[in-house]
């Protein structure tokens, strides 16, 4: 049985790293106020946001190959020296111009190698019996900051400017290269160099995958008029706060992925997947109805217990179905999805917005996600069918 433990030092080590570079990202939810504040509209943000997301997709081909080449480790390190010295660089920024220009590319190239590899690095820890279970609490990490991030953004813009918010961020992001020093590489399986990586491309077009990236791809889609826009939002509408919403949202994922973490690995994972794309959609529907300060923390918990059990769903499936040797190439396209779903629905959902308002934009969000997930139950049961009519056929 100690080889089903999940709480190891490494793992703990690990988490405590995402945890920290976590909360620094997550004070950038309150960037679409700073540059509303540089005469910045809903379309510009969503494409400012979207260019982080392009540099971070572009950098996980060769993240990915590093990682299953190389190793997890320098890529955590490299990443996080690069997240420190960009953080500070935002404390130089006074316009929409060149400057913020290249300031987003790199922070989008440093949320890339952070996010894959801490992420790739915690997998490789994780038991294979409690794999979804294992990867859910190693996902509060990530989530815990959302509420934490948008609670001390609140804090520290009601008694300082946004240059104390970015300095906060650059000492955050100090904290975590700091934690992950200790970090080792797991040790490779025995059969590592028979069964070597096929490639970055093998890994993103291997057939029982494709169902994933797709539905992935909706929910990072979806997530981005959340993550997006909801600063704007109360901005706009006065109703709520950034930090109540996401607090309400993460506090839903944390305790679902610590009190039910188990749930998925014991009764199936499309089991708990399925209810979990409602809730999210559920969740959506409420933020475009919503009147009152209670209706955004309702749909904070819809939201949150939506997240809380799909994304580890998702990565334990994508863990599972990718070869061993290509692991850090697929979860870094994994991962890429969610720069992909910025890049789509930022613009996208900025348009909606200027054109028909939240309540359109959040309707469209829900209508994505419903269509999503119908599409990918057909496609991923077609491809199971066919998978198993392959072997059938071998074996005769």
Known sequence: MSNDRLLTRPFALCAAANFLQALCFNLYLHLPGFLRGLGADEVMIGLLSGLTAVAAIAARPP??????????????????????????????????????????????????????????????????????????????????????????????????????????????????????????????????????????????????????????????????????????????????????????????????????????????????????????????????????TRDVAMAGVLCGLGHGFTFPILSGFVVKRAREAERGAALSLFTALFDLGVLIGGPAFGAVIRAGGYPTAYRAAAGVVFVGTASFAAWDARVARQARARVESSAH
């Open 63 to 292: 993240v990915g190959r590093a990682m299953d080449s190389r190793g997890r480790r320098g890529v955590i390190l490299v990443g996080g020296v690069l997240n420190t010295t960009v953080c500070s660089f935002y404390l130089g920024v006074d316009s929409i111009g060149p400057w913020l220009v290249g300031v987003r590319i790199v922070h989008g190239l440093a949320e890339a190698m952070l996010f894959s590899a801490l992420f790739t690095l915690a997998a490789d820890m994780v038991p294979a019996s409690r794999r979804t279970e294992g990867l859910a609490l190693f996902g509060v990490s990530g989530i815990l900051p959302i509420s934490l991030g948008g609670l001390l953004g609140d804090a520290i813009l009601a008694r300082a400017s946004y240059a104390a918010l970015f300095a906060t961020s650059s000492v955050l992001a100090a904290l975590s290269l700091l934690v992950s020093l200790p970090l080792r590489d797991r040790p490779r399986p025995a059969h590592h160099e028979a069964a070597s990586s096929r490639g970055f491309s093998a890994a993103a077009a291997q057939r029982d995958l494709l169902p994933l990236w797709f539905i992935g791809t909706v929910f990072a889609t979806a997530l981005s008029a959340v993550f997006t826009f909801v600063t704007t939002f109360v901005l706009t509408t006065g109703i709520g706060s950034v930090g109540l919403f996401f607090s309400f949202y993460s506090g839903a994922a944390v305790f679902l992925r610590l009190f039910l973490g188990w749930l998925p690995d014991r009764i199936g994972p499309k089991a708990v997947l399925f209810p979990a794309l409602a809730l999210l959609c559920a969740g959506l529907l409420g933020l475009a109805a919503a009147t009152r």
